[in-house]
């Protein structure tokens, strides 16, 4: 970057000034006031924006007001152009606090203008430098230098190296503010930080937790204490009921020691009696009921017998036919059926008149059929309808052979009458024909030719020959006229020819000539060769005319004599015709054609007419020829057809003589008339079915008497087979017979009757015997089996039996009543016990007994209640650690205490490690930067000072800058004297500047830094400013008139301006 | 096979204590610590209500470091309650419960069965007509530390084709965020042939894989930070042809909510406490019946953040909330809805172009880069933190606590000292800040 143009509108006392920059190095001299620190500020505030009213040393306000401001233009390293305009804001607005008017427009190398903000001129024209360190590096006045000399000697280094990087103090007041808070928070031994307090609350809940968290286990021990005291409870529990029951037992056995007594007098009497007596309950009683009863059934049922025979008595007195009463019911259905057995008698009786007529009926009929027939033949006849069919088919037969003999009979009339007519035209053609040919051959006589195909191909012969006589003729009339028009035509062409010959044979030479003149070999030669062959053409042409003159000669030889002709056609015509005329008109043909020409002609002309004639005869005999063959062909045909008819007639007859014969043996075999007709046949069969009913009704007839018959044989022989009578009785008798029997019946029922009454009152009694007698067997039972039970032999000894079981009852039942009285409501057990205890022990020792066990009885419950107030004890101590347990929050109490100690240090880590990362790099600051700064910021020195110092030396750790004097050493820069001091400070920010690594070369300031300098190193201090700005502008303010005049003469190329 | 119901539940974690929290009063205490018993009930009321045939836990009922008492007897009052109606439970002991730590000696129940350290197998059966509905098989943690894979123990008994459930205590697939217990991957669990494995010690609610179902129903009451959202239970319903639909209850009392804020654009005091009351607000209509607990994240970068390093505001805000929430608890039913705000993790910057920052030539571009360098070498980020933390490490108390760091949060002091930094150091010289009033 590089500063061209400054434009003051208005900054500090300066006020319309403008200062153009031209060389690498500017020199802005001039006396005190006039405005060179103003015009650093300018640079400053124009770049970095105008200090605000906060910094009224720095904002440099007109004093007279106005504008404030102005006009910056610099040329970045790209070669672009930056126009920074940077004014305050008008008075009114200058309250709202940051309010300039500021543009800043970049114009590229292309012309282009941009508007760029404050951050892009940073961050392009002067390379992420910041105002500070812009400030302290590059645009310096010696405050700024001499600065660096009132820090401590402690600070110093930070201070130094980080010059231009944020302000360096800042480094160190973020230190000390991190330790101080660091402190705050924790300290390794403090008393009075938060964490030293939350620590202390940890320790403490930690104790109550240790506490709490044996509770688990205190629990656990009173509980398994707790299971054993228990067990222990009951335990004495178990011993506590064992006395207390056996001293119930004592007492109950005092208590009822008298009854026991009693009790083991009556057991010992029931021992003396048998042990088991097998009497019967109630045995006696049930003995008694059972007599009682017995006694009664006897007396009733001799009652009962009694009545019995009586009804007995009476019954027999009652006699009875035994076979009627078994032939009753069969004689009442026969009674029954008597009145319709007569009906059918009569019925019968019709039938058989009923079937005399109708036997009549039938003869008759048989004897209208044929005489010699009966029933049989009528029978087989029968009429069925095969039957009926053979006989039509007979009959159709013969109707059919009836019509096909009428047809052929007819046929064959016919037929005989076409053949006569056949052979009269046959005769008639015959006979037409031969008068034909008669008249033809009388007709044609003359004509050689017998057949038409021979006459015909001399005939055409003669015609063609004919006509070549006339072509002849016609020819040499036509021949002597062209023969002289030819002559002229042929002189006129030669005349032609010969005057083109000489025209060409002149140009035949003339033209190669003039050709052979024009250079033009070839062309002429071939002229000459072409007119040559067209003149030897036109010759040939010339010649051409002798030639048809030659042909004419040939032509009339062509014409030959006619005579040949006629001679021909004369001996062709004799040929064809004998006729004495025609053949003299042929030999004068033969003298000569020139007078016999007509002749020839008419000749020819009659023969036409007759050949024509001859010709149409030859047709018309043919024509009646073929009629002739027609006519035979035809008779021989119906001849033919007429034999064929015989033939068929003859084969019909044979046909009927068959069918005949077969119709013949039809009758036969069905007896009937051998003439009779087929017709007639087919009537009879109207008889004979007629017949067929007859017989049919004859034999209804006949079986309905049949089964009349049947049914009265049957009624009869049933009424015989009852009534017993001999198998000669019949009809009416038996009929009177079964009447009379059927009274007796009557009879025999009105008994039965009675009798059955008698039996009805009989039956009860009967049934009530029985019943009794039953009873009585079993009341038997009862009372054997009462004395088995009793095992009594009798009822003796049953009595007896029966008095010892009352007594020994008795003992039982006092006996019971006695134990009843014991131990009633103790179990087997204890009543055992409890005799045991009676027969072991008398009432003394009974006592005595009884006061132990109370004795021991009062122990065993005292120790009960011990166990039981220590297992009270236990769960109070239990339920004291669940209370407790249940409100324990120590736990969570210390996690929230860990909490806040997180947070703690948290907090410590965060500042602790702020810290430790200042430390390290700064550490690397030292380590890496310094070396290379120091280097060149040593060579510096050296040259400042003449070579006096050698180096700069930064001590590691102690962050001291020594510089090493030639002769004398290290010596802390502390110690240094003034000028010394500035130089080395100059070395280290001409150092520091040349090690930034930032893209942009920022332009110097110095204001006025060479005040304190020797002469020596001023001009060694402007030698190497000369040598710097080489690489980047440096602008330099002095009001030294002595430095203005060592520039010029040691800087060159320094422009200088005053102001 | 028969369909039936059984609740599926882990890392009760009953009476652990809430991380993290500070500044309680007696009464929220109170109420946290019996969180853990209150969402066990409300498990037991679910099964009851449910009709549940039965319930598997899979492991770490309670903590036995902490060896509480209250933790046991609740826990065996509860078992009571479910016995009652007949619900059988079977128990596996994880790392936090082992075999041998101090547990209650008890008389043995009838429908509680708990696994030994041998691999086991026993049948469910469903309730309403005893008939065999599930084979459950099982295996406890002896000690604390199980490093063999028990998983492969676990075979399927071939010839019964009931329903397999397994409860199994296990990091599956060394879940690099949970310590690595019983390790074992998914592949071992799908190849045992069993079909519902019960998982435990995963305290986040995740299904691995279905069919088989490889389920962590995560813990039923988040107690930190790192356990926020819903927590609860599964019920799971198995059909008559083993189809398995899951539904997920919640059981939890306090929620646990993570809150980002960002700082970009708050212009002051009163918009920051705003924008937290507001959230708070969200929180509250979200689960209006429940206590949560928040932890706000500062983020972004803005003028705010210099006051909330310097002027500490988030931290009096804190107080102030706490202060607030203190007295709203103790109202009568006051802590149903409250939102008590665990803390403020300020993690954003002041306004400066930190990537401009990191690219200057300076020393605080150069402390950037520096720490950026240590964000990402763990040798050097270590060695840091060594030197920073070494004043603390001479308390016993702070360096168990040190100890117990994560990586995460050592990177979070990190960045934040850097950021301090930068307003240390960038206060005056640094940025555009300079042509201000």
Redesign the interface.
């Given at each position: 970057m590089k500063i061209e143009r400054l434009q003051i509108h208005g900054f500090g006392r300066i006020k319309e000034q403008e200062i153009q920059f031209n060389a690498p190095i500017t020199v802005l001299a001039g006396p005190n006031e006039a405005g060179k620190s103003t015009i650093l500020q300018f640079v400053r505030a124009m770049l970095?924006?105008i200090p605000?009213?906060?910094y009224p040393s720095e904002r440099y306000e007109p004093p007279g007001g106005g504008r404030h401001g102005g006009v910056l233009t610099a040329r970045a390293a790209d070669g672009s152009k930056w126009t920074i305009t940077r004014y305050t804001a008008s008075e009114q607005r200058a309250g709202a606090?940051?309010s300039e008017q500021l543009s800043i427009v970049k114009t590229d190398m292309q012309g282009t203008a941009v508007h760029m903000t404050?951050?892009d001129l940073e961050r392009e024209l002067l390379g992420?430098l910041?105002?500070?360190m812009f400030k302290q590096l590059f645009a310096v006045t010696l405050t700024e230098l001499q600065e660096i000399r009132t820090l401590q000697s402690e600070e110093m280094g930070s201070y130094l190296?980080?010059a231009g990087?944020?302000?360096g103090g800042?480094?160190m007041?973020?230190e000390r503010?991190?330790i101080q808070d660091?402190d705050k928070l924790?300290?390794?031994r403090g008393r009075v930080q938060e964490?030293a307090k939350v620590?202390h609350a940890?320790e403490q809940l930690q104790r109550e937790i240790s506490e709490s968290?044996s509770?688990?286990?205190k629990?656990?021990d009173a509980?398994?204490k707790l299971q054993e005291i228990k067990h222990r409870i009951s335990e004495t529990d178990q011993n506590r009921t064992a006395l207390s029951s056996q001293l119930v037992v004592l007492h109950k056995a005092l208590q009822i020691r008298p009854q026991w007594l009693e009790w083991k007098e009556a057991s010992a009497e029931r021992g003396g009696l048998p042990d088991r007596i097998s009497f019967p309950g109630e045995g006696i009683q049930r003995w008694e009921r059972l007599r009682d009863e017995q006694d009664r059934i006897l007396l009733r049922l001799q009652e009962l017998e009694r009545a019995s025979d009586e009804w007995n008595k009476q019954l027999d007195l009652i006699q009875i036919d035994e076979q009627l009463i078994r032939q009753g019911p069969h004689l009442e259905r026969l009674a029954n059926r008597h009145e319709y057995v007569e009906m059918r008698m009569k019925e019968l009786q019709e039938f058989s008149g009923e079937k005399a007529a109708v036997g009549q009926q039938l003869q008759q009929l048989l004897q209208q059929i044929h005489s010699g027939w009966t029933r049989s033949e009528l029978r087989a006849f029968s009429g069925a309808v095969s039957e009926r069919e053979a006989v039509r088919r007979y009959a159709a037969g013969f109707a059919g052979y009836d019509r096909r003999m009428e047809g052929l009979a007819f046929e064959r009339e016919q037929k005989s009458r076409q053949l006569e007519s056949a052979e009269y035209e046959l005769r008639r053609t015959e006979a037409a024909f031969k008068e034909r040919k008669d008249t033809g051959i009388r007709r044609f006589g003359m004509i050689i030719p017998q057949t038409k195909s021979e006459l015909l191909s001399v005939w055409n012969e003669l015609q063609s020959e004919a006509e070549r006589w006339r072509e002849t003729r016609l020819d040499r009339l036509s021949l002597k006229g062209l023969e002289e028009r030819d002559a002229v035509v042929s002189g006129r062409m030669k005349d032609l020819y010969r005057k083109l010959l000489w025209g060409s044979a002149a140009v035949t030479v003339i033209l190669p000539a003039i050709l052979w003149l024009l250079q033009s070999t070839w062309g002429a030669l071939s002229a000459f060769l072409i007119f040559i062959f067209v003149d030897v053409m036109l010759w040939r042409g010339s010649s051409a005319s002798s030639v048809n003159s030659r042909s004419r000669r040939q032509k009339e030889r062509f014409i030959h004599d006619p005579a040949d002709e006629e001679d021909r056609l004369s001996s062709l015509m004799s040929s064809l015709i004998s006729d004495p005329l025609t053949a003299s008109a042929a030999a004068s043909g033969q003298r000569g054609y020139s007078f016999s020409e007509q002749d020839m002609e008419s000749s020819l002309r009659e023969l036409r007419k007759l050949v024509e004639a001859w010709l149409l005869w030859q047709d018309e005999l043919e024509r009646s020829k073929s009629e002739v063959a027609g006519a035979r062909q035809r008779v021989e045909t119906l001849q033919h057809e007429v034999s064929a008819v015989t033939r068929k007639m003859d084969g019909e007859q044979g046909i009927f003589e068959q069918l005949d014969t077969e119709w013949q043996f039809w009758l036969t075999e069905r007896r009937l008339e051998a003439g009779t007709s087929p017709e007639t046949v087919m009537d009879m069969f109207g008889f004979a079915e007629q017949g067929m009913e007859l017989i049919r009704r004859l034999d209804g007839l006949e079986h309905k008497q049949q089964i009349l018959d049947q049914e009265i044989e049957a009624f009869e022989k049933e009424c015989r087979m009852i009534l017993a009578v001999d198998q000669e009785m019949r009809g009416i008798r038996i009929l009177s017979q079964l009447e009379n029997r059927k009274a007796a019946w009557a009879e025999q029922q009105q008994l039965l009757r009675e009798k059955e009454a008698i039996h009805s009152k009989l039956e009860p009694v009967k049934e009530e015997i029985f019943k009794l007698s039953r009873e009585m067997n079993q009341i038997a039972k009862a009372v054997q089996s009462l004395l088995d039970e009793g095992q009594a032999a009798d009822s003796e000894a049953f009595l007896r039996l029966g008095a010892v079981s009352e007594r020994v009852q008795e003992l039982n039942r006092s006996i019971r009543h006695l134990e009843v009285s014991m131990f009633s409501g103790w179990s087997a057990e204890r009543v055992q016990a409890l005799l045991d205890i009676l027969n072991h022990q008398d009432a003394a020792a009974l006592d005595k007994a009884c006061r132990e066990t109370e004795e021991e009885s009062e122990k065993a419950k005292k120790q009960w209640n011990d166990l039981q107030l220590q297992q009270g004890r236990l769960l109070q101590e239990r339920d004291q650690?669940?209370r407790l347990?249940?409100?324990?929050?120590a736990?969570?109490?210390?996690?929230?205490?860990?909490?806040?100690?997180?947070?703690i240090?948290?907090e410590?880590?965060?500042?602790?490690?702020?810290?430790?990362?200042?430390t390290?790099?700064?550490s690397?600051?030292e380590k890496e930067k310094q070396p290379q700064v120091l280097k060149l910021a040593s060579t510096y020195f050296q040259e400042l000072t003449g070579g006096s110092y050698n180096r700069i030396i930064m001590k590691m750790g102690e962050k001291k800058l020594l510089a090493e004097h030639r002769d004398e050493g290290l010596i802390d820069s502390s110690l240094l004297s003034r000028g010394t001091a500035e130089q080395l400070y100059l070395a280290m920010r001409f150092a520091l500047a040349g090690s930034?690594?930032?893209k942009a070369v920022v332009p110097m300031l110095f204001d006025d830094l060479f005040v304190n300098f020797d002469e020596d190193r001023m001009c060694a201090a402007l030698n190497l400013t000369g040598r710097l700005a080489a690489d980047r502008q440096i602008i330099m303010l002095t009001c030294h008139r002595y430095l203005v005049d060592h520039i010029q003469s040691r800087i060159p190329q320094a422009e200088i301006i005053r102001i | 096979m028969v369909s039936f119901k059984f609740i599926h539940t882990a890392d009760l974690h009953l009476d652990s204590q809430f991380k993290g929290i500070s500044g309680l009063s007696d009464g929220i205490r109170s109420f946290l610590r019996e969180s853990t018993f209150t969402s066990l009930d409300r498990l037991v009321e679910l099964a009851v209500s449910e009709e549940v045939d039965f319930m598997v836990i899979s492991g770490d009922v309670y903590d036995a470091q902490d060896s509480s008492l209250q933790a046991q007897l609740r826990f065996y009052e509860a078992l009571e309650r479910l016995g009652k109606h007949g619900i059988g439970v079977y128990v596996i002991h994880g790392n936090h419960d082992p075999l041998d730590s101090p547990r209650m000696k008890t008389g043995k129940r009838e429908h509680v069965h708990v696994f030994g350290p041998e691999f086991e197998r026993v049948t469910a059966y469903r309730r309403q007509d005893q008939r065999a509905a599930a084979v459950i098989g099982g295996i406890s943690y002896p000690t604390a530390k199980v490093i063999e894979n028990t998983s492969l123990r676990f075979k399927r008994d071939k010839d019964n084709s009931l329903f397999h459930i397994a409860l199994l205590h296990a990091n599956i697939d060394g879940d690099p965020a949970h310590e690595t217990y019983s390790p074992c991957t998914h592949q071992d669990l799908i190849a045992s042939g069993y079909d519902y494995w019960a998982l435990g010690h995963i305290h986040k609610r995740q299904i691995l894989h279905e069919l088989p179902h490889i389920v962590y129903p995560g813990n039923i009451q988040g107690r930190s930070i790192r356990e926020t959202g819903v927590k609860g239970c599964y019920v799971v319903q198995v059909a008559e042809d083993g189809d398995v639909n899951m539904r997920f209850h919640d059981l939890d009392t306090i929620r646990w909510f993570h809150e980002t804020v960002p700082i970009d654009g708050m212009e002051g005091e009163e918009a920051f406490q705003t924008q937290v009351e507001e959230r708070m607000q969200e929180i509250r209509r979200e689960c209006p019946g429940k206590m949560s607990i928040v932890r706000f994240v500062l983020t972004g970068r803005g003028s705010l953040h210099e006051k909330l390093e310097e002027g500490r505001i988030a931290v009096e805000l804190l107080h102030e909330l706490h202060r607030r929430a203190i007295r709203a608890a103790s109202e009568p039913s006051g802590l149903a809805g409250l939102v008590w705000v665990e803390s403020f993790d300020v993690r954003s910057g002041p306004w400066i172009d930190r990537e401009a920052l990191l690219k200057e030539d300076s020393f605080l571009g150069e402390l950037l880069r520096y720490g950026q360098q240590a964000r990402g070498d763990m040798t050097t980020r270590a060695e840091v933190l060594r030197s920073a933390l070494n004043p603390l490490m001479a308390n016993r108390e702070l360096r168990m606590l040190l100890n117990e760091t994560d990586d995460e949060e050592c990177a979070g002091w990190l960045h934040r000292a850097e950021e301090m930094a930068v307003l240390l150091l960038a206060g005056e010289g640094g940025g555009e800040s300079t042509d201000e009033d």
């Open positions: 970095y924006g605000s009213r906060a606090g940051r404050q951050n992420g910041s105002r500070d190296f980080h990087f944020g302000g800042e480094i007041r973020a503010k991190l660091m924790y300290k390794p964490s620590l940890m968290r509770y688990l286990s629990f656990m509980e398994s650690l669940v347990c249940s409100h324990d929050t736990l969570q109490q210390l996690e929230e205490q860990k909490a806040s100690l997180k947070e240090a948290a410590y880590a965060v500042l602790s490690i702020c810290a430790e990362m200042i390290r790099t700064r690397i600051y930034m690594k930032s | -």
